[in-house]
């Protein structure tokens, strides 16, 4: 099923508070209020809202350190992400998980992963256990395309198609792992076939049409639901930012960037919105809507504790 026309603009307003998430980020980020690293997704944002929006709060997601936009659209609250990127104790995981691992249990969020291709696996376990309870849930992970090349993601789509598991691969390819083309890496650039080789549905979708992503991943989970096992989708797409704050960018030419600005998401759902008939000023009025939910978010998370030095032994296993 598409997604209904009345639904577009709240996408557009979802979309753009993730990228002002990101940009709020970065100039947090820039200031020193923000340890760590951050793998910024600005350009990505349709393939995050066309994964998250099809699935049930109660189905699974594993996600990568790119994660913040897909974490949003699966329903984490944007006062829980911007307090966990402050470290604070109202974080998702306490302000003590950072950038890299976003968790929500509560919306099927098992935690965004800094290791490339871990959360394929653990998607497919999670599928798996969503198969043995008959709970007709189920579970997408979603990963890069330098993924493809990794151990694991071969293990997990084999067995997901020999168990049937209701499994959704979402393979996010913006053409560089950190700063190589994978041209130069991988020696099939198109991952979904080999997906396919496996025996499992495949198919190239672009990745930054919200409209697209959305019904690929509709079709995909309906399908893993009934019984019909696994399904991979390769979204194109191009993240508009450096691999991380602080990526100098020597490896492709502004030119590049520039051309792929004019295919950013954003621009083309808000055309996509003028077409049916949005004003400009109703297309302004959900981008300051979108303004209002970060600023509330960062005054949460401001205004939130850090955690004490006793809290650094709860929720560990040992
Ligand atoms: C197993 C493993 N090897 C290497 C790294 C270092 N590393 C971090 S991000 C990255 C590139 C991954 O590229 P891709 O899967 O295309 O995702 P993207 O960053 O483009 O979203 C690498 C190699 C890692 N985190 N984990
Ligand atoms: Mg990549």
């Avoid at 696996?121 to 979603?142: E, I, Y």
């Avoid at 100098?248 to 008939?277: M, S, W």
Wanted: hydrophobic fraction near 40%.
């Amino acid at each position: 099923m598409p997604i209904a026309e009345e639904r577009l603009p709240d996408a557009y307003r979802q979309m753009q508070v993730i990228r002002k998430f990101e940009e709020t980020i970065r100039s947090l980020y820039q200031q020193g209020q923000i340890r760590g690293s951050f793998h910024p997704c600005v350009g990505q944002e349709a393939t995050a809202v066309g994964t998250g929006w099809p699935l049930a709060d109660s189905d699974y997601l594993t996600c990568t350190y790119r994660g913040h936009g897909q974490a949003l659209a699966k329903g984490l609250s944007p006062r829980a992400a911007m307090a966990e990127m402050l470290g604070r104790r109202t974080g998702c995981s306490q302000g003590k998980g950072g950038s890299m691992h976003f968790t929500d249990v509560a919306h099927g969020l098992l935690g965004a992963n800094a290791i490339v291709a871990a959360g394929v696996p653990h998607a497919a376990g999670a599928a798996l256990s969503a198969q043995m309870r008959g709970s007709k849930q189920v579970a997408v992970t979603v990963f890069g395309e330098g993924a493809v090349n990794q151990g694991v993601f071969h293990e997990a789509l084999n067995l997901a198609v020999i168990w049937k598991l209701p499994l959704v691969l979402v393979c996010e390819n913006n053409l560089y792992s950190e700063m190589t083309p994978s041209h130069e890496t991988t020696s099939v650039v198109e991952t979904y076939k080999r997906a396919a080789a496996y025996g499992m549905p495949a198919q190239q979708v672009d990745g930054n049409d919200l409209e697209a992503m959305y019904s690929a991943v509709e079709a995909a989970a309906a399908h893993a639901r009934s019984g019909g096992g696994p399904t991979d989708i390769e979204a194109m797409t191009y993240r508009l930012w450096g691999h991380m704050m602080g990526d100098p960018e020597v490896y492709r030419t502004k030119d590049e960037v520039a051309r792929a600005r004019e295919n950013d998401p954003l621009k083309r759902l808000g055309a996509r919105l003028g077409d049916l008939g949005y004003s400009a000023a109703a297309l302004s009025g959900l981008e300051a809507e979108a303004d209002d939910v970060i600023a509330d978010a960062l005054k949460f998370a401001q205004d939130s504790p850090l955690p004490e030095p006793a809290d650094a032994l709860t929720d560990v296993f040992v």
